[in-house]
């Protein structure tokens, strides 16, 4: 198989834009946050076209499918066009992101401390010192 039909894991994902640089593609990857077909694998592992891969960045997971392999780092919208995403996964993103928009915004007192805060604040500091 030659190389224009494989690339490496690590490159394809930085190609790919899900992590910012190569290096942190390559530690998700040893970390066990990136699977392909189910199993953990190595960042060297050559990556085709049709594969299934597990990513898995923060609290966002996706689920995705390689499309093509990509040459470069583009823009944003090139790097779109390498893999399609599942429809479930685009689902279970959409509900984890609003109960974590529902989680911050039921949350008392969330902003800055206005200036009766800020004086009990002062306050209780003084009391422990």
């Known amino acids: 198989m ?18 910012k640089t190569r290096t942190l593609a390559r530690q998700a990857v040893e970390g066990g946050r990136v699977h392909l077909g189910g199993a953990r694998v190595k960042p060297g592992r050559a990556v085709r076209p049709g594969d299934v891969l597990e990513i898995q960045r923060g609290e966002e997971r996706f689920e995705v499918t390689v499309l093509a392999l990509g040459e470069r780092r583009g823009p944003a919208p090139e790097a779109q066009g390498l893999y399609s995403e599942s429809e479930a996964s685009i689902a279970r993103r959409a509900e984890a992101a609003a109960q974590r928009h529902a989680v911050r915004t039921s949350e008392p007192g969330g ?19």
């Open 2 to 19: 030659s190389d224009a039909e494989r690339t490496r894991l690590d490159r394809w994902l930085w190609y790919a834009r899900f992590f």
């Open 111 to 129: 902003g800055r401390p206005g200036k009766r805060d800020r004086r009990r604040l002062r306050a209780f500091r003084e009391g422990l010192e």
